[in-house]
C-alpha cells in the first residue's frame, strides 16, 4: 500500500523545496517504500492536520498548538505521524527490511547529531536563504511564511538581505559551521564519504536536506549554491551528488 507525503509546494519544477519535508522524502526514497505526495499550502496546513487527526509537533510562544510538515499517512497500519525524526524512527520499526536511517540502533546517536547541528551558530544562513524561499511559493504560502519569519526575526525579507561588508561577515560565519561538520565528517573518511562511513544514515539526510534546499531556491548555478558546495574539499557537492537520487 502507498504512504502519503504531506508536503508543501512551490511555483518550480518538481514542486519540492523545504528542508523539514525533504528530510522526510529521503528516507522514504533511501528506504525504497513507495508514496504519493499530497501538497499543503502552509495556511492550511493546520487545519489539514486537525481535520486529519495529525498530532501538534510542538507549542507556539504563546502555548497554543503548533501543527507543521511534513506527515505521512500509512494506510499499511492507519497511522498518521509528524515531525520528519519521528517519521524516521517510525519506518525503521514498521520496515525492518528496508535500509535503515538509523544502523545499528543509533537512534540516540543521530538525535545527538541533530541537536548538535542546530546548536551550532547557523542563524546567519537564514538572512540568505529565507528571502528567496520566500518568492518561490505559491501566493498563500508566500504571504504566511513572510509574515511569521519577518515576526520571528523581526525585519522584513527585504531588510533581511546581508550587503556590503556584513554580507562578507555572515557568509564566513556560515563556512566556519560547515566546516565544524566536516570535521566530524573526517573521522570516518577512511571508510566512506558518509557521517557512518560507507553506511548512509539520519545525518547524511539531514544535510543533504539542506543542501537540496539551497541549491534549489538560490540555483545550481548561483556563486552561493557553488561556494558551499565547493566548501571542505568539495565534501558537501559530492554528499550531495551521492544522494541527490533519494530527493525526487
Known amino acids: 500500500m502507498t504512504i502519503i507525503l504531506y508536503d508543501i509546494p512551490s511555483t518550480l ?44 509537533t510542538s507549542k507556539k510562544d ?4 503548533h501543527y507543521t510538515l511534513p506527515a505521512i499517512y500509512d494506510p499499511s497500519t492507519g497511522t498518521y505521524i509528524a515531525d520528519s525524526f519521528p517519521i524516521a524512527e517510525y519506518l525503521d520499526k514498521t520496515y525492518p527490511d528496508t535500509p535503515p536511517i538509523f544502523p545499528r540502533n543509533t537512534v ?13 551558530n ?25 509574515r511569521t519569519r519577518e515576526e520571528w526575526l523581526g525585519k522584513t525579507m527585504e531588510d533581511m538581505v546581508p550587503k556590503g561588508e556584513y554580507a562578507i561577515k555572515q557568509w564566513n560565519k556560515i563556512q566556519v559551521f560547515f566546516g565544524k561538520i566536516a570535521a566530524w565528517y573526517a573521522v570516518t573518511d577512511g571508510t566512506g564519504p558518509y557521517m557512518m562511513g560507507d553506511e548512509i544514515s539520519w545525518d547524511d539526510i539531514l544535510l543533504c536536506s539542506f543542501f537540496s534546499w539551497m541549491k534549489i531556491v538560490w540555483g545550481k548555478d548561483d556563486k552561493k549554491w557553488k561556494d558551499v558546495a565547493g566548501w571542505d574539499g568539495g565534501r558537501w557537492g559530492r554528499l550531495l551528488q551521492g544522494l541527490e537520487k533519494y530527493s525526487v
Not at 517504500?33 to 481535520?51: G, Q, S
Not at 540516540?108 to 551550532?120: D, K, M
Not at 547557523?122 to 513572510?146: A, G, Q
Open 13 to 56: 519544477p518538481g514542486n519540492a523545496w523545504s528542508p523539514s519535508t525533504f528530510k522526510t522524502r529521503y528516507t522514504l526514497n533511501f528506504k525504497g517504500l513507495p508514496f504519493t505526495t499530497e501538497w499543503v499550502e502552509y495556511p492550511d496546513i493546520e487545519p489539514h492536520c486537525k481535520k486529519l487527526g495529525i498530532k501538534p
Open 62 to 65: 504563546d502555548g497554543r498548538d
Open 108 to 120: 540516540g546517536l543521530h538525535r545527538a547529531f541533530n541537536q548538535a547541528v542546530f546548536e551550532q
Open 122 to 146: 547557523i542563524e546567519p544562513l537564514w538572512e540568505f536563504i529565507l528571502p528567496p524561499s520566500c518568492l518561490i511559493l505559491n501566493p498563500p504560502s508566500s504571504e504566511y511564511f513572510r
